[in-house]
């Protein structure tokens, strides 16, 4: 297995939206939005099946998510990841004044994480504002 060092893209999906309809504390949320959707040549270069939980790190932060198949086309080098805490692990909490951090285009580092769950969207939040890891 391998470490990959590719570009992150974030938005909105009609999964996430419906799931938070339903709670964002419920596992259907979870499993809308702590994903990283990948370029099939991507799951090559990291030597991964899909639906393998991968550890996703920036310079702002880490998260782990589970690495499914891109629903839509992605470039090789490109990821998504809906808008959520997840995403908002590994972004820039600076908002230049727009009230809205950057979410296209950071630079992220992908590794295979099996053996680390994918944190539901609570505790998550708990681990990032008192500290642990994700």
Not at 44 to 54: A, E
Request: proline residues 6%; aromatic residues 6%.
């Amino acid at each position: 297995m391998s470490l990959i060092t590719i570009n992150l893209l974030t938005g909105r999906t009609i999964e996430q939206g419906a799931s938070m309809e339903a709670g964002k504390e419920k596992q259907r949320y979870t499993a809308a939005c702590g994903i990283i959707e990948l370029n099939a040549d991507d799951f090559k270069r990291l030597g991964i099946m899909k639906n393998t939980n991968v550890r996703v790190s920036s310079d702002f932060g880490n998260v782990i998510v589970k690495a499914i198949e891109a629903r839509e086309r992605l470039n090789p080098g490109e990821a998504y990841i809906p808008m959520g805490p997840w995403a908002n692990s590994v972004v820039s909490i600076e908002t230049h004044g727009t009230g809205m951090p950057m979410f296209k285009g950071v630079p992220i580092t992908i590794e295979a994480a099996p053996f680390e769950p994918v944190l539901d969207s609570i505790p998550l939040i708990r681990s990032k504002v008192f500290g642990g890891s994700s």
